[in-house]
């Protein structure tokens, strides 16, 4: 797929990003499928790891608004949304938007604002529009929401409830560089500015998001997925009865469609019009770890929502082939 236009046109948007964004390829292609997706990233890592720069670079890539929200205890919902503001020269209310009205969001640290604040933005989020004063306004589109979680700070925080969390598509771990990435980091950031080259507009990433949901995703990799998730709700079902006791309450259906969602984005990043079954495994963990509420034994004893998300990998295999657009691909090729 060389020639296609649309992978094309995705590898110049990456190149742009790298030029100024150095490692953290995983968390790039996440960014990416998101986008591409139309679903919202919870992001968790500790700070200065590029979270702003690569949502900010990224913006500047595709020509799209970009807003950063540093959310903290003493923010309110009209902070994000905007509010009514009387004008004294013509005696009459005006609105004035928030700063959700962009097309990348970058929520810093959700996790610092009291509730009513999380719930003005998740329901933007779902809504995607905003009402103030009885009149509705819709966010611009695309519309892509990333927040951000402090892992190492738990001191006046206010952790996002499990059905708020749900609303997310993904959650994304971020770790630290490599030691050659680093040395590259310091030379860029001590280096003369890298100036972002326009590469592609709002225009053509919605058409990009319009391809993205005629990938085609064989129904038994649908059945796999939602198998998948079943596995966590009802671990017995699947041979896992041993697993059971880590779990309180399993992923919702909102995992399964984040899977398949996810797996076409893959699929069209890596070059192809059809998911394989690759693209599903390598979605699970992200589009699962934040939907699974452990139990008291499981945190007990040190065990993950990743741990289980893998032991239901390896018990759960995928279909041996699975069909692609024009015949059928084996399992292992991506």
Do not use: W
Request: charged letters at 20%.
């Amino acid at each position: 797929m060389a020639n296609d236009p649309t992978a094309a046109l995705m590898e110049r948007i990456l190149y742009e990003v790298k030029r100024v964004v150095v490692g953290q390829d995983r968390f790039l292609e996440r960014v990416l499928v998101a986008l591409l997706a139309q679903g919202h990233l919870l992001v968790e890592g500790v700070p200065g790891l590029a979270k702003t720069l690569t949502v900010k670079t990224l913006a500047r890539a595709i020509h799209g608004s970009f807003k950063r929200i540093q959310f903290t205890p003493d923010l309110v919902p009209a902070d994000l949304v905007g509010t009514r503001i009387y004008n004294q020269k013509t005696g009459e209310f005006g609105t004035s938007l928030g700063p959700v009205f962009a097309n990348l969001l970058l929520a810093d640290e959700i996790n610092r604002a009291p509730a009513k604040v999380q719930s003005a933005l998740l329901e933007v989020m779902q809504e995607r529009q905003v009402t103030i004063a009885g009149e509705s306004h819709k966010v611009p589109d695309p519309f892509v929401v990333m927040a951000t979680q402090n892992p190492i700070e738990t001191e006046g925080t206010y952790p996002l409830p499990e059905a708020q969390v749900d609303r997310f598509m993904m959650k994304v771990l971020v770790d630290y560089p490599s030691e050659e990435e680093e040395f590259v980091i310091v030379a860029r950031a001590t280096g003369p500015a890298v100036e972002i080259t326009p590469v592609a507009d709002t225009f053509e990433l919605a058409a990009l998001q319009r391809e993205c949901r005629a990938v085609y995703v064989d129904p038994a990799l649908a059945q796999y997925a939602v198998r998948l998730v079943d596995a966590t709700r009802q671990p017995a079902r699947h041979g896992l009865a041993d697993q059971a006791r880590f779990i309180t309450y399993g992923a919702s259906p909102r995992a399964t469609i984040g899977m398949v969602e996810g797996a076409r984005a893959l699929a069209m990043l890596r070059g192809r019009r059809y998911a394989l079954p690759a693209d599903i495994t390598d979605m699970a963990a992200d589009v699962m770890r934040h939907r699974l509420v452990l139990s008291y034994e499981a945190l007990a004893e040190g065990v993950s929502a990743d741990a289980l998300v893998q032991r239901v990998l390896a018990k759960l295999p995928p279909p041996a082939r699975a069909q692609g657009a024009s015949g059928f691909e084996g399992a292992g090729h991506a």
